[in-house]
């Protein structure tokens, strides 16, 4: 948090000089000289077909249960219970393994470590927060490197581009103050050749110096929000801009409806195409050009869960609740674990135009971000660690006019009224301005129809401020 503050107060010279340190770091963390040769292997994966894949992830999965039930003591405890009580079903069989809520890893993170792990380096990553506290996940670099080497044989081999390639990144972190309101609104990022773009900034006045910085920096390909990617299309194609040829756009951490894939094409006449991942790395899925979502077997298993019903889901068009387990992360075993997406099976039937035999996955119905409007015509998206740090356990956020707003909160054992409601009204005050907010405290979260509850909803209709 000091490190934080004391970079917002600097000179765009020396946040370039931060973010790049910062970012030589991470180079060395996600790349080696073993880098090549796991792309390639991830290629060459890809014309494999359902059987070759099945048995592939029959060794990893029995390797894994095998630490997971011997080593992790969260789960080691679990199977020791069981056959105290009479239980003698297999923990061989993935089928025998209880659901893992998503709560549980967040309350204690550490007891889902490996005892093996205890000689390794570990390094942190964690979830975004978006619907809560994030959960913390540990890695070794190991890990870190496979996970880096798979997303650049798939989201950036697949489009002829490469990690080396100058590029830009348009997301939430915080590069620049939130109150500047002249440009820069970007940091070079040296180590990693890359030009972050904060996505807190756009709107029809800064739109030109977005475009402005394209051409100073020519960054080869994007990785963004794609909602907020989608705001700055909108203002180029309506002031006529014109940015400079990138060869394809990235979408992340958000569903790309529809209507945002056809203004991003219209702007910057390029392939668009989403991805689907998370920090646990227990799923993970990329478009080909064919904009067909492949899963990537190597990330684990997909299960799909039917609460209603209690049983799980056979059919590839069948939707419910995922349980996940992912197959690359010994340190930190995820076994059965519901992240709270809804989506579907992988379906392998399915025969793609780019020829890969990787099974295709439909798109993750309940990822969609909603969006608040500003009194002064801004789209953002704010939920991306809303509530880190502070003491709740889930969080919703509503609108009810452009100037009002209500925040939901499950508190957690350290929660005061007092603390929250400053802290909370900070931060949205932050993004937002002067705005009128009401703290309500409740047992839960209301649940949809789907059994999970949306963090965002607006109760104005956007289109009347347009």
């Known amino acids: 948090m000091i490190k934080q503050r004391v970079y917002q107060v600097l000179p765009s010279p020396l946040k370039n000089l931060a973010a790049s340190v910062w970012g030589y770091y991470l180079r060395h963390l996600r790349f080696d000289h073993q880098t090549e040769t796991l792309v390639e292997e991830a290629l060459q994966r890809e014309s494999w077909d359902r059987n070759q894949w099945e048995k592939w992830q029959q060794v990893q999965l029995a390797r894994l249960l095998q630490v997971a039930a011997t080593t992790v003591p969260y789960y080691r405890e679990q199977w020791q219970r069981r056959r105290r009580n009479g239980d003698k079903a297999s923990w061989e069989l993935l089928q025998n393994w209880p659901i893992l809520d998503k709560k549980e890893v967040r309350d204690n993170p550490r007891a889902f470590l490996s005892e093996n792990s205890k000689s390794k380096h570990l390094y942190i990553d964690h979830t975004g927060g978006t619907t809560g506290k994030p959960t913390l996940i540990f890695e070794s670099r190991e890990v870190i490197r496979n996970i880096y080497a798979l997303h650049e044989a798939r989201t950036r081999r697949w489009f002829g581009v490469h990690h080396r390639d100058r590029w830009g990144m348009l997301g939430g972190q915080k590069v620049i103050p939130l109150h500047q309101r002249r440009p820069p609104y970007w940091v070079w990022n040296g180590g990693l050749n890359q030009v972050y773009f904060s996505v807190f900034h756009i709107n029809t006045e800064t739109a030109k110096d977005y475009v402005r910085a394209l051409w100073k920096y020519r960054p080869v390909h994007l990785m963004v929000y794609p909602s907020s990617c989608a705001i700055l299309s909108k203002f180029i194609l309506e002031q006529r ?12 951490s958000e569903n790309t409806l529809p209507k945002y894939r056809e203004l991003m094409t219209r702007a910057f006449n390029c392939p668009v195409i989403d991805t689907y991942g998370m920090a646990e790395a227990c799923a993970a899925a990329s478009e080909c050009l064919a904009l067909t979502q492949h899963y990537w077997p190597e990330s684990g298993i997909i299960e799909v869960y039917d609460p209603q019903k209690r049983e799980f889901s056979t059919e590839p068009g069948t939707a419910g609740e ?97 603390a929250m409601l400053g802290a909370i009204t900070a931060r949205l005050q932050q993004y937002l301005g002067s705005v009128n907010i009401t703290l309500t405290e409740v047992t839960e979260i209301e649940k949809n129809a789907n059994g999970k509850f949306k963090p965002f909803v607006s109760m104005i209709n956007a289109q009347t401020y347009r």
């Open 241 to 252: 801009l014109r940015p400079p040829q990138i060869k394809v756009i990235v979408c992340n």
């Open 322 to 418: 995922y349980v996940l387990t992912g197959l690359m992360n010994d340190d930190m075993p995820l076994v059965r674990y519901a992240n709270h997406d809804l989506g579907y099976l992988p379906n392998w039937q399915h025969q793609c135009a780019c020829e890969r035999k990787l099974p295709s996955l439909a798109s993750i119905a309940g990822r969609s971000n909603d969006l608040v409007l500003t009194k002064d015509g801004r789209e953002l998206y704010i939920l991306d660690s809303l509530y880190n740090g502070l003491p709740v356990i889930e969080g919703q956020l509503i609108q009810h006019t452009l100037d009002s707003f209500e925040v939901k909160v499950v508190p957690d054992e350290t929660y005061t009224r007092s």
